[in-house]
């Protein structure tokens, strides 16, 4: 038996965690040191120390945050619907067990109340305890932690809240029904009148079939939905895609409204263009 | 001795390319079949059929360039210059051996004449014979392939070139001279009073200090310097930088004068707004 969890290989000499939850194209990471391996009652639970990007949190052997890298997820998940909605009193976010999510909502003043519904309290624990970098130690009275299933938990909620944002893992195995139309549906249903939802919806260089059916849902449902975009290094392809629900307000001038929040990737500029898709994108979501 | 070339690796039956040009992170590819391999005189050169990313040009064991990506760091390094400058007669091409940014550059009609300067025939000739994809079967006569070094190419010219575009591979070994400051030198007095140079400036993700080194470099100069971004998947990290350097013309309100030109990445929107820069390159670059 090998003194390593199965997810790390030992190569001449050296630690490598290989991602391969993609058939043809992987990427290694060299580890510098298993910070902690434990099994959780819903999945695998890893911090590894990496060379390149410091603490990362790995589930299942696929690599979710990192140290140095994980705020621009964070950070464009939160700010650009938080941005957009003119007076978030209410915010509820599904998943985000790493805390980063949570962290930059904090930052509005103006929120009183924060759901944060993630089914795996180990997630959450572990990284308030090893991520500090992404949890930022994320000790604030309006976050209300709540350990059960988003899927169920949004089931029979209505007029509840201002933003919601779902910060998901990859819609296979147990996050798959948080990419249903039934979810959408009911999140819809739990948003105020002039609410807004955000979801993550995967890589349009890889999975372009995901971003555009989680558009189209999505679409479906809301009078305005817009997708963006940024670069996070550690997810394959480094483009990833954001899918947003409007029911009253449009992501227009969104550079006026951004006022800043100490964060390491948004800006001005990024608020404002980030709505701005290339061509092929474009083209696929025809 | 193996069948296959040193770079392929075989694997439960599987053949896969890892790249090791990094220390701490890795991408490998799944290859379905090895199109060609030879040294040139230069470097070792590969044509691969990737599962991924389809035909893919490799040297020296990187990837360099793909059938399904590699238009948009063609397309990218070639119209944002072409976009600026309001009369581009006169281009040069240093490197680009696949001959991606050749073709690009032959979609404007007001060009009268491209030297293309690829130090490596090799690379130009199995690009054209395999890799149609990028290279568009290339074959216009206002294109003049050199088949020299372009540090000694460009050292006597003076007040030649509109456009000079430098599609170098990274800054070690061969490609090294082609970030120095001597050679930016010889780029400013080859190019003519109103000329417009770019090159590509390595990912801000990992070698932010290349990224920074050639922007200051450039800045001293052109009186006007400006780092532009596009997300290429098969580049480690995603996030590409490119930097401009401009005799005259300021890259403001390019979307205005962007005019179609059948491309898959590039529109409006994107020559509009891929000069805005996320916060920690901002810093970075202070």
């Not at 948003?191 to 999505?218: E, N, W």
Request: proline share 5%; with cysteine.
């Amino acid at each position: 038996m090998s003194k390593f969890p199965s997810y790390i290989q030992e190569v001449d000499g050296e630690l490598w965690l290989t991602e391969d939850e993609r058939d043809n194209m992987k990427l290694s990471y060299r580890v510098k040191d298993i910070i902690f391996a434990e099994q959780s009652p819903f999945q695998h639970v890893m911090i590894l120390d990496t060379y390149d990007f410091g603490r990362t949190l790995v589930l299942d052997g696929v690599v979710q945050t990192t140290s140095v890298d994980g705020y621009i997820y964070n950070e464009m998940i939160s700010h650009i619907p938080m941005t957009l909605h003119p007076n978030p009193k209410t915010v509820l976010i599904i998943g985000g067990g790493d805390c980063g999510v949570a962290k930059e909502v904090t930052k509005y003043d103006q929120v009183e109340h924060i759901d944060m519904v993630e089914i795996d309290k180990f997630v959450v624990d572990v990284s308030l305890k090893y991520l500090p970098e992404v949890s930022g130690n994320l000790s604030d009275e309006r976050v209300n932690f709540i350990y059960t299933d988003g899927v169920k938990f949004v089931q029979e909620l209505e007029n509840k809240y201002d933003v919601i944002i779902i910060d998901s893992s990859d819609p296979v195995g147990p996050a798959e029904q948080l990419f249903s139309e039934e979810f959408y549906q009911n999140l819809h249903k739990a948003l105020k009148p002039d609410g807004v939802m955000v979801c993550q919806s995967q890589s349009p260089a890889f999975h372009m079939d995901v971003t555009k059916q989680t558009y189209q849902r999505i679409n479906n449902l809301f009078p305005i939905t817009s997708i963006y975009t940024a670069v996070v290094p550690t997810y394959p392809g480094g483009l990833w895609s954001f899918t947003l629900g409007s029911k009253k307000y449009e992501p227009k001038n969104l550079g006026e409204k951004w006022q800043d929040k100490s964060t390491k990737y948004v800006n001005q500029g990024i608020v404002e263009s980030c709505f701005v898709l290339p061509e092929f994108m474009k083209n696929n979501l025809k």
